[in-house]
């Protein structure tokens, strides 16, 4: 069972110069896998960012140049990373994994950005939405994860899809599931395994809750990375 650093940029981590520090301390624990979400803005720009508004703000990114979010940051004394300036940091110890947050995504630019890294066998790409999902099955990305999880933001569809995780991975040409911890049963992950599915559960801070899906067979823990223990 392989750890994923979770959300490695986030309002704390929003630099290069804070970022090679945090991978640099991730490294020495071992961990070889980070995530992070990326939103588009209005532009078609990708940015380092787990929300779709702005904290403190009115805004949504999605409604936003990439050049009036840099602004807005700007403002509020806060950092924006692109994907790019974010992928130029990550060294080639690492694989990525990339949720997309945007159910419009431009997959053709995004695939291009990723491309132009030489490094699409070390990304996993993972969407709650099947739709990204299936537009990255042609693609060099081989490990695609559906994402599920049920709460009050989610619409009856996504809720659907998390009530069948391994029917709705497999209809959009996903090769694995990274469901919610409060979804996880045994059953699930030995049904998944059968239909050759990887597993990775979210958000996973207790160790023995790790523990007991380790037991259980899960192949991936996504967790938030507590730098200050490092």
Not at 167 to 182: D, K, W, Y
Request: charged residues 30%.
């Amino acid at each position: 069972m392989e750890i994923i650093a979770h959300r490695i940029v986030n309002s704390d981590i929003n630099t290069q110069e804070k970022l090679s520090e945090i991978l640099l301390k991730i490294r020495k624990r071992g961990i070889e896998i980070v995530e992070f979400d990326i939103q588009q803005t209005k532009d078609e720009e990708f940015v380092v960012y787990h929300d779709r508004r702005l904290s403190d703000s009115d805004y949504n990114i999605n409604d936003c140049t990439l050049y009036n979010l840099k602004k807005e940051g700007q403002e509020k004394n806060f950092s924006f990373l692109t994907l790019e300036e974010t992928l130029k940091i990550i060294s080639e110890d690492f694989r990525i994994q990339i949720d997309v947050k945007n159910s419009e995504t431009n997959i053709d630019k995004l695939l291009g950005i990723i491309d132009s890294f030489q490094i699409s066998e070390r990304i996993i790409a993972s969407s709650f939405y099947p739709q990204i999902i299936s537009k990255l099955s042609g693609s060099k990305i081989k490990k695609r994860w559906l994402l599920t999880s049920i709460s009050r933001r989610r619409n009856p569809t996504h809720i659907f899809y998390a009530l069948s995780p391994i029917r709705t991975a497999i209809s959009c040409l996903a090769n694995g599931i990274a469901p919610h911890q409060s979804l996880v049963t045994k059953k699930i992950i030995k049904k998944a395994h059968k239909k050759g599915l990887t597993v990775a559960i979210w958000t996973v801070n207790d160790k023995k809750l790790e523990k007991k899906f380790g037991s259980w067979g899960a192949d991936y823990i996504i967790k938030d990375t507590n730098i200050s223990e490092a």
